[in-house]
């Protein structure tokens, strides 16, 4: 068995990432949400575009002002009232000064705002009654942003602050990767579908659906290829199709060392290179990691009518335990998948975090061992409660609500209850709430 951290290394190494020339597509900024930047964007807009108020008051000239108190008021000629989306008409003299509202802009001749509080107006004039500091509530032209210098790195996810940024930018398109494709197969004659009645010994196969959200939720295209029979033909013909359809595939069941489990067979008879064959991890231990080169038709994706391109894509083998197979996504695939989908080294992950254990927790000690539960903020601080029931490999029932998987290292049998343990969060546990 490889250790965890090794299994994880082997992974990722061997993860070439989307090609920032080859797979990528121009897309309208409103299609763009939850999408990967692939070249970075300048803008040559300044932000400001110009000097502004941040605040609703006056624009006076600091010189004029900065001897007002309360007791030794200073008084203004109103010259000019400047609402949003104006462009100021007068140049403020000495002794003058501009009704002006928020985000308007600074006239010519004042630099420093009056807060409204600390006004009172009278018909023509307003009265100082405190002095500002110098340059207050002045947002300079190009303070948060100067034309022509980076304003989104490649790389990035687009989220709404990202969209707004790029909206404000004027940026109608935005260059971003391809959605990897990501085919899935579930191996086993006793798996049904959802909708078949049950004969005894047989199971629904829920793999499928699962790894299908778990794939749409990483930013990929899930290809469900459905139920492949222990049948070593049939499931050849399967994982060759899946092979060219895809960008990774992923199949459950069918790698353990049962007299039916025949996927590392077929991968090696279709020329994959097989890496790994068992992880040091409790559950998940029966993983398959191989890898095919794959040549891609890159005229067809990018119409650049370059030649043909060789990569390597990865295969993943998981167990056909539920809980196994959702526990080794979240360890092993999701980052492959964040790597491969065109993302910076830092967002690859799993990113841990340190919780407190809300009971005793235990393991054998002899693998990696994960336990799932609740993880929330409590105090301010991350805390772990494990979920009821028996942690059993195949009970996927007490797995709803998952929001973390605590982690007790090799040789670590218990952490007891009020002890701190390391955390790989499930979801956003920000949001969670102790139950």
């Not at 990113?351 to 254990?357: D, E, G, K, S, Y």
Request: charged share 15%; net charge negative; proline share 7%.
């Amino acid at each position: 068995m490889i250790p965890v951290e090794a299994a994880e290394k082997i992974i990722l190494d061997h993860v070439q990432p989307l090609d920032a020339t080859r797979d990528c597509e121009r897309l309208p900024l409103w299609e763009a949400g939850d999408r990967v930047l692939a070249a970075s964007v300048t803008s040559q807009l300044d932000f400001p575009h110009w000097d502004n108020s941040a605040m609703d008051g006056y624009a006076v000239r600091y010189e004029d002002v900065q001897t007002a108190t309360t007791a030794s008021p200073v008084t203004l000629t109103i010259v000019e009232d400047i609402p949003a989306g104006y462009q100021p008409q007068c140049t403020v003299q000495a002794g003058q000064a501009a009704r002006i509202l928020t985000g308007s802009v600074m006239p010519a001749g004042a630099d420093t705002i009056v807060m409204q509080e600390n006004t009172q107006r009278e018909g023509a004039t307003v009265t100082i009654l405190a002095a500002p500091q110098p340059q207050a509530f002045v947002r300079h032209r190009a303070a948060f942003y100067q034309a022509g210098a980076p304003l989104l790195s490649a790389g990035l996810r687009l989220q709404a602050p990202e969209i707004a940024v790029l909206a404000a930018a004027q940026c109608a398109q935005v260059r971003v990767y391809r959605r990897p494709r990501v085919a899935i197969l579930s191996t086993g004659d006793e798996l049904v579908g959802i909708d078949q009645p049950l004969q005894p010994g047989q199971i629904v196969d829920s793999n499928q659906y699962a790894l299908a959200s778990l794939v749409a939720q990483a930013g990929a295209v899930p290809v469900r290829m459905g139920v492949v029979p222990d049948n070593p033909e049939a499931l050849r013909q399967s994982i060759a199709t899946a092979i060219e359809q895809a960008d990774m595939v992923l199949s459950s069941g069918g790698v353990s060392v049962g007299d039916y489990d025949y996927v590392e067979d077929v991968l090696a008879d279709l020329g994959g290179r097989i890496h790994i064959r068992a992880v040091a991890v409790k559950p998940g231990k029966p993983l398959t990691v191989a890898t095919f080169e794959k040549t891609s038709d890159v005229s067809s994706q990018a119409g650049t009518g370059q030649a043909n391109h060789a990569s390597p894509m990865l295969y993943f083998g998981l167990p056909g335990n539920p809980v196994s197979a959702l526990v080794t996504f979240w360890r092993f695939v999701q980052p492959a998948l964040q790597k491969l989908s065109g993302l910076p080294p830092s967002a690859w992950g799993p990113m841990f975090v340190q919780a407190t254990a809300r009971a005793d927790l235990r393991s054998d000690g002899k693998r990696e061992s994960y336990l799932w539960g609740h993880l929330y903020l409590h105090d301010g601080l991350y805390a772990f409660d494990l979920a009821g029931g028996s942690h059993s490999s195949g009970n996927l029932i007490n797995l709803a609500g998952t929001s973390g998987l605590a982690v007790l290292s090799v040789g670590q049998t218990q952490v007891k209850a009020g002890d701190s343990i390391r955390v790989l969060p499930i979801g956003s546990p920000l949001l969670n709430t102790p139950k």
